[in-house]
């Protein structure tokens, strides 16, 4: 069984910076690809970004030279690093994460809102 848990959502101004972390618990032999993932209301969820285990990262147009992803291997954890945050941006962000011999998870969600 694993678990994967987001932080660091909150309610921010238009134009600031929020961090994400993504943590993952269980019983975990690696993890491969993951990935942040968004949902505005009234609207599917999207792709934000995502990380190769080796580190290469792929983005949204929308959030590119904005978002940063990252992520630390030896603690099971991947951030996303928000800057010049726009109303737009506000959703509930997912993290996956795909878990060798295990499959993908989803993590439950952190809100971040943006006020203009």
């Known amino acids: 069984q694993v678990q994967l848990v987001e932080s660091g959502g909150g309610l921010v101004q238009a134009g600031g910076s929020l961090r994400l972390s993504c943590s993952a618990s269980g019983s975990i032999f690696s993890i491969n690809g993951m990935g942040w993932y968004r949902q505005a209301p009234g609207k599917q969820r999207e792709l934000v970004g995502d990380?190769?285990?080796?580190?290469?990262?792929n983005y949204q147009d929308s959030v590119k030279g904005r978002f940063t992803i990252s992520r630390d291997n030896a603690k099971n954890t991947m951030y996303l690093q928000m800057n010049s945050l726009k109303p737009e941006d506000t959703a509930v962000y997912y993290c996956?994460?795909?878990?060798?011999?295990?499959?993908?998870?989803w993590g439950q969600g952190t809100q971040v809102t943006v006020s203009s």
């Open positions: 990380i190769t285990s080796g580190g290469s990262t």
């Open positions: 996956k994460a795909a878990f060798a011999y295990i499959g993908d998870y």
